[in-house]
């Protein structure tokens, strides 16, 4: 193991949907000014860093993940000046900021690929991309009629896009039209990508969460993908095609990322600059091994406890699994909310979360909307008491901190996802965990989401808020013993307290059915995992001269033994 301490090795960092996190100039859409005005905020929970979702110019058809210039603010959010506030805001109060860097694709608004559109077949300007000749229409009449594989998207229809009917050629975009693949292989994308980064890092910048790495790199030759499994869910096709997806090409692009960020700090002694990939390899400790290493991905998400049923022996190997990634010098990075997925508390609260087989927690699937809030608040405290222990880094999702659900009844013309429009609303999207944030019970406000002068009334915000959104404001958390708020409060601090170098090693151990345990240092963590209290055996060595100093559910931590349902509770000796 690596002894090297790095700050990001074990750092809380908290996720700003910048769009929803707080609107400073009341036009109901989030800005950088809100987060400014929030920092305090941010330093009070105890984070280490912000990661801010991608808030370049953009025409926002996937909201920031279509890029139509990196070296830039976007106009509703602010501008480099605000930008730079932040960053010397969130400096005062030691707080680092991560930007979010999509390398796959861009907006088909960014300048090269309109120069793409422009040029004709064969130019450089289309090598920087995937244009190819189409393939014969069925009926043979037009000889480029159909599309140059068989290639799908990920967020629905063909992967392809014809330039114009008068045009040989076709486009590769994975996710949607609308966000254009790039080909890393193009030398004029490298130097790019390179700029970008230390644009950013000179600015000051610590580091980046790399979007969608799996389709970067792909076979040369853009063969046919083979068929897939009957049943396969038609937006998981784009992710079993073995011609795109983890492809040994990527590796050369996060290698020369990574020689970039190197180069960059042997040239500015000092800095701690870091790049944690977004690739859902759950249940792949091999695979991300082969992305984090030296020369590659200082960190890669784990997704595995974010995609886990409650049930033992799933949260168990999700553990395992992560904590296998020490083996190699690297730290896991836990996580249970994102701006993809549905929210924790919702995922807990249904039925099917007991059941191993579930499909756990794709947004782009799930629509069950039988969920019972209570149950699913209290694992998911139980689930983040747990996270909180383990050695590594913890990104935590906007919102989570205050419990909030999912929202799962957003009226169709008010949804914004191109999952929702891409699938004719076959899929509910992921608007549901993007909505603005609650700050204060007031409506007038948008429950604080907007500043706006006393007299006037906020607009409605970009994703419509419930009603009922404001009984889990900040306002009515604050101070309030044994609420989410103060739950995440103590934990990050408690954390912070046992974050020994001993405390980097950790392991499952068994303390009975229905306990989830883990052991770190002089740390053992218990989760029931069950709806009924469970008597723990206080002979067992690894409670035997044990005191319970934190319990999910405050209260009940005095009845010695004893750990109540779908709870947690940390143990010193
Ligand atoms: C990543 C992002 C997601 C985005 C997609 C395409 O999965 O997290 O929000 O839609 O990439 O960029």
Redo the contacts with the bound molecule.
């Keep these: 193991m690596n002894s090297e301490q790095h700050w990001w090795q074990n750092a809380v960092v908290y996720q700003v949907y910048v769009r929803s996190f707080a609107d400073a100039n009341g036009d109901g859409v989030g800005d950088l000014a809100g987060i400014r005005n929030r920092v305090d905020y941010l330093a009070a929970l105890g984070v280490d860093a912000i990661w801010l979702?991608p808030c370049y110019p953009s025409p926002q058809r996937?909201?920031g993940?279509?890029v139509a210039n990196y070296l830039a603010i976007h106009d509703e959010y602010g501008d480099m000046d605000e930008f730079d506030a932040l960053l010397a805001e969130a400096g005062d109060h030691g707080i680092k900021i991560l930007m979010d860097l999509?390398p796959?694709?861009c907006s088909n608004d960014y300048q090269w690929f309109v120069d793409a559109l422009a040029a004709p077949a064969g130019s450089a300007e289309r090598a920087r991309f995937y244009f190819r000749d189409g393939r014969p229409s069925d009926d043979g009449a037009d000889p480029h009629g159909n599309p140059p594989n068989n290639w799908m998207a990920?967020?629905g229809g063909s992967a392809w896009t014809r330039v114009a009917a008068d045009d040989p050629q076709w486009y590769l975009g994975t996710?949607t039209p609308h966000?254009p693949d790039f080909d890393h292989t193009n030398l004029d994308v490298q130097q790019m990508f390179a700029e970008v980064l230390e644009f950013w890092f000179d600015r000051g910048v610590e580091g980046f969460r790399v979007?969608?790495i799996s389709p970067v790199g792909k076979d040369a030759n853009l063969p046919d993908a083979p068929p897939v499994a009957d049943g396969t869910d038609m937006l998981q096709v784009t992710w079993e095609n073995p011609f795109t997806v983890f492809r040994p090409e990527g590796h050369d692009v996060w290698r020369r990322f990574r020689q970039t960020i190197n180069d960059y700090m042997e040239r500015h002694p000092g800095r701690d600059l870091m790049m944690v990939a977004?690739a859902y390899m759950n249940g792949r400790p091999d695979l991300m091994a082969a992305f984090v290493n030296d020369g590659q991905f200082h960190q890669a998400f784990a997704f595995d406890l974010l995609l886990s049923p409650w049930v033992k022996s799933e949260i168990e190997r999700a553990i395992g699994d992560s904590l296998d990634i020490m083996r190699i010098g690297s730290t896991p990075t836990w996580t249970l909310n994102?701006?993809?997925v549905q929210r924790v508390v919702t995922r807990l609260g249904r039925a099917s979360a007991t059941d191993p087989n579930t499909v756990t927690n794709n947004a782009l699937v799930v629509r069950d909307s039988n969920v019972d809030v209570d149950v699913g608040e209290r694992r998911s405290r139980a689930l983040i008491s747990l996270a909180m222990a383990l050695p590594g880094s913890l990104y935590l999702y906007m919102g989570e901190e205050l419990g909030l659900p999912e929202v799962l009844d957003v009226p169709a013309d008010r949804r914004e996802d191109?999952v929702f429009h891409q699938t004719n609303g076959e899929r509910i999207g992921?608007d549901g965990c993007r909505i603005p944030l609650p700050w204060t019970d007031d409506p007038t406000s948008a429950f604080g989401f907007s500043t706006v002068p006393s007299d006037a009334s906020a607009p409605e915000p970009w994703l419509p808020q419930p009603e009922w959104w404001g009984q889990s404001a900040v306002t009515e958390l604050d101070g309030v013993e044994g609420s989410t708020l103060e739950l995440y409060r103590e934990l990050i601090a408690a954390r912070r307290d046992h974050a020994t170098p001993q405390g980097l090693v950790a392991a499952v151990i068994q303390l009975g059915d229905g306990l989830v345990a883990v052991r770190r240092g002089d740390l053992a963590v218990v989760t029931n995992v069950t709806d009924t209290a469970i008597a723990l055996d206080m002979s067992d060595p690894h409670l035997s001269i044990a005191t319970p100093v934190f319990a999910s559910e405050g209260a009940e931590m005095h009845t010695p033994g004893v750990i109540p349902p779908d709870a947690t509770i940390w143990f010193v000796s």
């Design positions: 979702n996937d909201h993940y279509d999509v796959n694709h990920a967020f996710f966000q979007d969608a977004e994102n701006h993809d191109p992921r």
